[in-house]
DNA sequence: CTGAAAGCGCTAACAT
DNA sequence: ATGTTAGCGCTTTCAG
């Protein structure tokens, strides 16, 4: 039989209820008996049961983070995966807990619903990949804790927290002008694709910035793949006269690699003939020859953000989030600068 | 208020005891009167409280997931986020949730006591790469139900699941063999790196079964990174004379960019005049030309097996589990075959 | 500052 | 087959 409240009471000359209140650092109990009662609790081996504690306070110290978990996950976005480590860490280090639930942008309504109403977790933190209308409706009228991870793409009254990523592409811009070159060339995703186009504002921001323009005929968008990257740059190359751009920013890692291996295929040397710069600091980066400058940003930290932010909803219900966060960082590679 | 088990008692006109036996499938309630009851649970939106029924029951029908969590995972360590995935589902499927803890070696056993003596969980799903010695004799002296995912370095009384890696490597060897190559090479992780020994072992034992024998000057050891990789395959180039060997398999995809690289650089055709072929099908595989053909192993797969198993020894606590699953597939592309 | 006592909502053993 | 009741171990309000 485990050691319960009663035992340490007993052995204190007390009762369980100053037990309880001492153990929570409560404020009316005296120093002098917090110490003593703490002393014997931890003589006893005294662990509060959780799921007692769970009850009686009627919290659970949870968070649910739900998103989907289809397989192959871990490959097709191995930054959910970075986010997930990072809000653990947050959470931990408050004496929260974070429990994993995968559904579908069908089911995430029934399982948000049954989440909260079975009282299975204290607040939830939602990937933006499955939240709906529907699921803002109901969140919003429950008045459930949440923080939506990314940028929702419909305007709502959500809780969210994402990546800046028009600062990512001001900053992919400014590097480039600052090594100058002059002539950029945006090879991004489609018009869907929200992440694409803050970065291409960003770009043009920059740019502008520097009593430059973007020529819009350097800018090229489709869908996120290595052939569509390598398509593109084909395109690109034949019907452009030469050196009509010295740099290419593409807007993630498949399109970078399909883009320099068009590149190189044609014979142009990257960096030295054209520059080439991407997003997201993912390994393949580094796989490549030369290997390939980005604009990385810090998942794990997001995550973080996400899980303390959360916490203080929890404590401060009517506090409103609607946030950009993560600073990006440059990272210098090949594909940029020759090899000193 | 949210709805309780008395206002469905009150409403079926019965007692508290008898609802509960009802919505759990009690076998000593009448057929009749079980849907009478769930109808008017379902009609009053009755949902357990999960805070109550866990205090009652004693109950969490909660399992941690324990591992390492450090910064840069998602990169580092694709497969246990697959893992993660898989479990998720298999436990999902059953009623139980899956709570994610991170700890390091050193924090595991502290980790371990304080999850279970708090009771936050039922169970354990510890990941091989944190499972220490002092751990195992902590598991086994508590009788902690647990699954260890990946066989630990040393041997004991835990329960663990792992890939079939020997298997994974008789199928690559076995692949080879068929397509006619007689002088295979292996290039592998250090003797610390079990999973590249126990490919090893299955790529002898497979080739004695043709009644040859793997050339030992033809196996080479090193670090799993791309440098050695290369490194290896270009000292196996000038040492050994021309057309002694007509493949190689590499225990890992790092060791396989490596050689591709090398081979590529000495002019060497792949696959016409060797072949190519590793293991797990990294998405990093179809991003080389020609891409690479691999024994891919299905780690969400992994993850279902491990929360399955892990239930049932709950329920029999006595069972002993210590077995290798998931059927290691033949992935062909371009590093073995010609294209069509 | 401390003690007493009322729950928290459900399960399960026991009685009928 | 159904009703009754004793917990499950802790937090928290209220008295003193």
Chains 1, 2 share one sequence.
Request: with cysteine; net charge neutral.
């Amino acid at each position: 039989m485990p050691v319960t409240i009663h035992d340490v009471a007993r052995e204190a000359g007390t009762t369980i209820g100053t037990v309880s209140k001492a153990l929570n650092n409560s404020h009316s109990i005296s120093g002098e008996r917090t110490v003593q009662i703490k002393t014997i609790a931890e003589r006893l081996g005294y662990r509060p049961n959780a799921r007692a504690q769970t009850f009686a306070r009627q919290a659970n110290r949870e968070i649910v983070f739900l998103t989907g978990l289809p397989r192959d996950i871990a490959f097709a976005n191995p930054h959910m995966f970075e986010i997930l480590a990072g809000a653990e860490a947050a959470l931990t280090s408050k004496g929260y807990g974070l429990k994993l639930r995968g559904c579908g942008a069908d089911t995430v309504c029934s399982m948000m619903k049954d989440v909260m109403e079975r009282k299975l977790a204290d607040g939830l933190l939602l990937h933006a990949s499955i939240v709906t209308r529907e699921l803002a409706v109901h969140v919003t009228h429950t008045e459930t804790p949440h923080l939506v991870i990314g940028k929702p793409g419909f305007s709502s009254s959500l809780c969210w927290i994402d990546n800046n990523n028009q600062l990512a592409g001001e900053l992919a811009a400014g590097y480039l002008l600052d090594s100058g070159k002059r002539k950029i060339a945006y090879i991004g995703g489609g018009d869907e694709d929200r992440i694409s186009q803050d970065r291409l504002e960003g770009v043009k921001v920059r740019i502008k910035e520097s009593r430059m323009c973007l020529d819009p005929s350097l800018v090229f968008k489709g869908e996120s793949t290595m052939a569509e990257g390598t398509r593109i740059t084909n395109g690109l190359l034949s019907r452009v006269p030469d050196a009509a751009f010295d740099s290419v920013i593409c807007a993630n890692n498949l399109l970078a690699f399909g883009c320099l291996n068009a590149l190189q295929a044609r014979g142009v040397r990257v960096p030295e003939d054209i520059a080439l710069i991407t997003f997201d600091d993912h390994p393949l980066a580094q796989l490549t020859n030369p290997m390939m400058t980005t604009v990385s940003i810090d998942m794990y930290d997001l995550g973080e953000q996400a899980g303390k932010l959360l916490l203080s909803k929890i404590r401060k219900p009517q506090m409103q989030i609607q946030t950009y966060t993560t600073i990006p960082r440059l990272v210098v590679r090949g594909s940029t600068a020759s090899a000193p």
